[in-house]
């Protein structure tokens, strides 16, 4: 049984930072791809980010240059870093998983980022 859990979230202030970390209970090199969704309230849910297992990373344009992506295999962690937040960034983010060959896909509980001042 995969878990993904997703520590982080909170209030920060317009034009400040903040780090989502997601821990999966198992190797993440079962995953083809790992990333970070999240939803507004009245919004579809948005891909923010994604890494596949051999390093390729694709960001939504709302985020590029701001956001950044970023693994490390030995803690089985997939993390976010988001600068220069915008009350627009405000949403619960979910981290993700995929793996191809199966077909299967994971999503954690979500974690509520507000920014607000």
């Known amino acids: 049984q995969v878990r993904l859990v997703e520590p982080g979230g909170g209030l920060v202030q317009p034009g400040g930072p903040l780090r989502l970390s997601c821990a999966a209970s198992?190797?993440?090199?079962?995953?083809?791809?790992m990333g970070w969704y999240r939803q507004a309230p009245g919004k579809q849910r948005e891909l923010v980010a994604v890494?596949?297992?051999?390093?390729?990373?694709n960001y939504a344009d709302s985020v590029k240059g701001r956001f950044t992506i970023s693994r490390d295999n030995a803690k089985n962690t997939v993390y976010l870093q988001m600068n220069s937040l915008e009350p627009e960034d405000t949403a619960v983010y979910y981290c993700n998983a995929d793996n191809w060959g199966t077909g299967s896909r994971w999503l954690g509980q979500g974690t509520q980022v507000t920014v607000s001042s």
């Open positions: 890494i596949t297992s051999g390093g390729r990373i």
């Open positions: 198992g190797s993440i090199f079962s995953f083809n791809a």
